[in-house]
């Protein structure tokens, strides 16, 4: 996922990486050492909660700086054994901004001295005066305080609210709450009271046991007992009722839960059936003077039932909450295709704006079989320019790996609008030259996909298709998952919030995968089998990026030379060229030839390199001044050909003619890159030229075979992805998926222009499109030997 990285964050990895590998000179803080005696300039107090205790009891320390010495860690030190003044790290904390540091459960031991020290920051020599632990047999206190529990009745298992009351004298002090374990008493959280003298501490009640409570000032509460018991309704006579808002609503929704009981302000808990006859309390209220208590904002997973329990012992009835799956929908197309989505966001807002994830439920419906219903973990808005129309494309994440429509099992897909293509197969047929040159040598992968329709929240949102993402992978792009890089060019890498840098040409490179930054402990990872934690695709690191901006700056000063005008189809002397200063010695000239045939046959809008054109590298860390170059720049994956094969701009004009090459210079008018990018001088050596020729000629026949036919108009791939739409064998059901989605998207000045006036006449105009693309590639690159451009 893209998150925004700002400039402060590459200040803190520098931070950190200066704090774990120190600077020229620099020596370890005291502060962090064992076995010191104490030493510092002593500025601090220190102090202990409960001030009276017995050895062994677990206590709370407290060393107490002026405000000066900053949000600091504090590090507290206890002897090692008495009278030693050898000094151990017993724990740190991080001081406030009142400059306190406190550090719970410490256990007494009897006549051993200890001490607080400031251990980062300007102030790291000052310390607290020495203390020394004085157990008592029996240490005193007032008792004039009480202990309460909100709810009264306790599920075993339960978080209960546990209040200490005590006068008013006793008003902002810090008191500590301790469970009785045996002789010993063990603190198991603190608060500091309010000016009523009142604290509180939400605690988990796994077993029977016994609590108090004790301020800083040595009053205490009295001894109460928390006993939990097995819930069951038939246990409680029933006096009131329950009742949901709204009373029908999709799995995973957040909805209100009513509680009403007859009258009288009362402490409500709220249970959910968690096994059959295992009850837990999951929200707990106060009622209003008529009886009555709201839960809001309680999320529906699954069918499940609730009961609600008063603190007098009194119940509603038991209720059973049956959710919706998100495929209970009502209206939309008469007919739908084979397969079908159906997606419903726990808050019920549909996502329209790029950066807002939405968690929620799907189902997937394929012929008819509908699965169980699934968390998703995002789907969210994604794209450039088309996530600014009308029909939004969306990223797409499963709580878990699943496999939808027989595709490899993967957590990350991407569902793709297709809105600026009227024929909505233009992607699905450059993915069959996917096929074509899906070899190990060359292209290596590219993504799998299947037509499928959209509801959301039970509105119809038309035809998509769902993808594989581009990603570091075994499934996908199968590169090192530390060190392996996936590189995009896109112009809105700062906008977008993902690291990227403008290279020498001119280009902008993006980090597509890893895209976030992680930072990792040069220690821990040092070795390349290291545990999870250090191999993490989504881990971007400072090393990372400055190797493949090293890597690409060399690159393209090989490629476009020193002064940006290399002309390579003026060398005449390729076998004595070295190999520092050759092209091909950087980037795979096989996956080169496939990648430039792809683009050029479908002239895809993008493919003058202004963005959604990827390349790849194995292992960032290869050596660059050895040759050969064991890993190299790959080209790949193929993406985005909404707008290719003669997609009509938004005045009808033809962009572009089924003739004519498109990224040898040419492009975009509109594109910054199209006289710039890498195939632009690649296309000049007579090298690449040769092996394309030899390309087209291993290709030609299937080529012929997937966009010609027999020698008519209307060669099968487009029929073929036709049918796919529909997701069964009918080329019928295919043609009403898309009048489903002509009917939900209807023309808008935002989207591409017709070149026919109906849905069949879109289709013939397409397949002639790539037979006229076929029959002129075919003649030029037939040539021999190939001319240059």
């Not at 009502?330 to 808050?347: E, H």
């Not at 222009?753 to 037979?771: C, D, I, P, V």
Request: aromatic content about 12%; some cysteine.
């Amino acid at each position: 996922m893209r998150r925004t990285i700002h400039v402060v964050v590459l200040a803190m990895i520098a931070t950190l990486l200066t704090a774990l590998i120190g600077t020229p000179g620099s020596a370890q803080s005291p502060g962090l050492a064992n076995g010191i005696p104490y030493a510092g300039t002593e500025t601090g107090n220190f102090s202990t909660v409960p001030t009276g205790y017995t050895d062994g009891q677990t206590i709370q320390l407290s060393g107490n700086f002026d405000a000066n010495i900053g949000i600091n860690d504090v590090t507290f030190y206890e002897e090692s054994s008495v009278g030693s003044n050898d000094y151990e790290v017993a724990g740190t904390d991080e001081a406030n901004t009142y400059g306190n540091a406190y550090l719970n459960n410490f256990v007494v031991h009897d006549g051993r001295k200890i001490f607080a020290k400031v251990s980062e920051g300007p102030h790291v020599d000052e310390v607290t005066e020495v203390y020394t632990q004085a157990a008592q047999a029996e240490p005193s206190c007032i008792d004039d305080g009480n202990l309460s529990t909100t709810p009264t009745i306790i599920a075993e298992g339960q978080t209960v609210k546990i209040s200490a009351n005590f006068p008013n004298a006793q008003a902002l002090k810090q008191v500590t709450f301790f469970k009785k374990d045996g002789t010993n008493s063990v603190s198991i959280g603190t608060d500091e009271s309010n000016s009523s003298g009142n604290a509180y501490l939400n605690y988990q009640v796994d077993a029977t046991q016994e609590v108090y409570a004790r301020s800083s000032d040595n009053h205490c509460t009295e001894t109460a007992t928390l006993t939990p018991v097995a819930i069951n309704p038939e246990s409680f006579p029933q006096t009131g009722a329950l009742a949901t808002s709204p009373t029908s609503f999709y799995d995973g929704r957040s909805i209100t839960v009513n509680a009403n009981f007859p009258s009288g302000t009362v402490g409500i808990t709220l249970f959910k059936e968690t096994d059959p006859g295992v009850w837990t309390a999951v929200a707990q209220k106060t009622s209003n003077s008529s009886g009555d208590a709201s839960f809001s904002s309680y999320q529906v997973n699954g069918t499940q039932k609730l009961f609600a329990l008063t603190s007098t012992g009194n119940r509603t009835e038991v209720d059973t909450l049956t959710p919706k799956a998100p495929n209970d929908v009502t209206g939309g197309p008469s007919t739908l295709g084979n397969r079908v989505i159906y997606v419903t966001t726990n808050n019920g807002g549909t996502p329209t704006t790029k950066g807002v994830d939405y968690e929620g439920k799907t189902v997937l419906v394929e012929g008819g079989v509908e699965t169980e219903t699934l968390d998703l973990e995002t789907i969210a808005v994604r794209g450039n320019s088309t996530a600014d129309k009308p029909k939004k494309p969306y990223k797409f994440k499963f709580e878990d790996k699943y496999s939808p429509f027989g595709m490899p099992e993967d957590k990350t897909w991407v569902l793709l609008a297709n809105y600026l293509d009227w024929t909505l197969v233009r992607s699905m047929v450059a993915w069959d030259l996917g096929s074509i040159f899906d070899t190990p040598a060359a292209l290596k992968w590219y993504p799998r996909s299947q037509f499928t329709e959209l509801f959301i929240n039970g509105k119809y949102m038309g035809s998509y298709q769902l993808v594989e993402s581009i990603k570091i992978s075994d499934d996908r792009v199968d590169i090192k998952p530390k060190w392996g890089t996936i590189i995009e060019n896109d112009p809105h890498w700062a906008t977008d919030g993902v690291p990227g840098f403008k290279g020498v040409s001119g280009m902008n490179y993006a980090w597509k995968d890893p895209d976030e930054f992680k930072f990792f402990d040069p220690e821990e990872c040092a070795e390349e089998e290291a545990e999870p934690e250090c191999v993490d695709p989504e881990g971007l690191t400072i090393e990372k990026i400055d190797k493949m901006k090293d890597k690409i700056k060399a690159f393209e000063t090989v490629l476009y030379g020193a002064n940006g005008t290399k002309d390579w189809s003026k060398i005449t002397d390729f076998a004595n060229l070295p190999p520092a200063e050759d092209w091909t010695s950087y980037l795979d000239m096989d996956s080169a030839v496939d990648y430039y045939l792809t683009r050029e046959f479908t002239k895809d809008n993008d493919a003058d390199f202004f963005r959604s054109n990827f390349f790849h590298i194995n292992d960032v860390r290869a050596n660059w001044s050895v040759f050969p170059i064991v890993d190299k720049f790959f080209m790949g994956p193929i993406w985005d050909f909404d707008r290719s094969a003669g997609a009509n701009t938004k005045s009808g004009t033809s962009n572009p003619l089924p003739t004519g090459w498109w990224i040898r210079g040419n492009g975009s008018p509109t594109h910054d890159t199209n006289k710039i990018h890498w195939f632009t001088r690649i296309t000049k050596d007579p090298r690449f030229l040769n092996r394309l020729h030899d390309r087209w000629a291993e290709v030609r026949d299937e080529m012929a075979a997937t966009f010609v036919g027999d020698g008519v108009a209307r060669g099968p791939a487009v029929s073929r992805a036709v049918t796919k739409l529909g997701g069964t064998t009918s080329y019928d059901l295919g043609k009403q998926v898309a009048a489903n989605d002509w009917a939900r998207w209807p023309a808008d000045s935002s989207r591409m222009a017709h070149r026919a006036s109906t849905y069949s006449g879109e289709l013939t105009w397409l397949r002639n499109w790539y037979k006229d693309r076929f029959v002129w590639m075919d003649n030029e690159l037939k040539k021999t030997p190939p001319p240059i451009p």
